[in-house]
């Protein structure tokens, strides 16, 4: 069946690590296997306990009037952007004619039960709200058309778990630890650079956006003002920062089947100027 695959071995072949950095790499390689299962097996019981004694019930009506919405449009489009058809689906600065069908269907059903859980019942709108907050992953990448309301259901669960472990992330104050607030601020830091950028270029209403003249004849004399501004009060970890080593190779890294794949928000492009010529260097730096 779809759960298990049996499978006999015939042969196998064993590469001997010979060196002492090979024999070390392989150390590391199973150990960091172990810690991951053993870490996966914590979060899994962890989560069971959170989510011990809930249940979702769906309105059956509701659910597939969504799914037969949701269908045909979620197969016609490329397989990579399935994940966050939804989402586009819903952005309604997306002026696209593919999407306008999807819309009035789920205005027309937006205050139907769609379902209930912990005593609480969810209409398609409440829904739609989480939705603009966690977009769905589906578990499965490539199903037949069949198997999409069950996948679509599979999708809604993770989405409503991983809402009642943020709340009891909340709880715990996990928000106030140092490494989440440092990569809240580096999100936030990313987003109000290129809406800045973005609206201090409405005011040329520029055809092009983008691009290397651009820069160079609009953002440069505008980031060259800004440093000036707040040159006092820029403080630079000179030692660090020299112990940066750039590439011309741009990395772009991302987790997979997670709501929110992209690790590391891309480094906004607002100047040319590579000078460090502003701000003052930070002193009594504590290791």
Do not use: C
Request: proline letters at 4%; a positive charge.
């Amino acid at each position: 069946n779809d759960l298990y695959i049996v499978m006999k071995v015939k042969s196998w072949t064993d590469r001997v690590a010979l060196s002492e950095e090979d024999i070390q790499q392989r150390w590391n390689n199973v150990r960091e296997r172990l810690t991951d299962s053993k870490a996966l097996r914590i979060y899994e019981n962890f989560v069971a306990k959170i989510m011990k004694g809930k249940k979702i019930e769906f309105v059956p009506s509701t659910f597939r009037k969504l799914v037969n919405l949701v269908g045909p449009l979620y197969f016609e489009l490329e397989e990579k952007r399935r994940e966050i058809f939804l989402n586009m689906a819903l952005d309604k600065k997306l002026d696209n004619p593919k999407f306008l069908d999807l819309r009035k269907g789920l205005e027309d059903i937006r205050n139907e039960p769609f379902f209930r859980i912990d005593g609480e019942v969810w209409t398609v709108g409440d829904f739609e709200i989480e939705l603009e907050k966690h977009p769905l992953v589906f578990r499965k990448k490539k199903m037949a058309k069949k198997e999409l309301g069950e996948q679509f259901k599979f999708a809604i669960a993770d989405m409503i778990r991983d809402k009642y472990l943020t709340q009891e992330a909340y709880k715990r104050g996990y928000d106030k630890v140092n490494v989440v607030k440092r990569n809240v601020e580096m999100w936030k830091d990313a987003y109000l650079a290129n809406y800045q950028k973005k609206k201090y270029l409405e005011r040329f209403k520029l055809e092009q956006k983008e691009g290397p003249q651009i820069i160079i004849k609009y953002l440069n004399p505008y980031i060259d003002q800004l440093q000036a501004k707040y040159n006092d009060v820029i403080k630079i970890n000179v030692e660090e920062f020299e112990k940066i080593k750039l590439t011309r190779i741009d990395m772009f890294v991302t987790q997979y089947n997670v709501p929110f794949p992209v690790v590391v928000p891309a480094f906004p492009q607002v100047t040319t100027d590579h000078k460090l010529d502003y701000g003052r260097r930070m002193e009594n730096v504590i290791p």
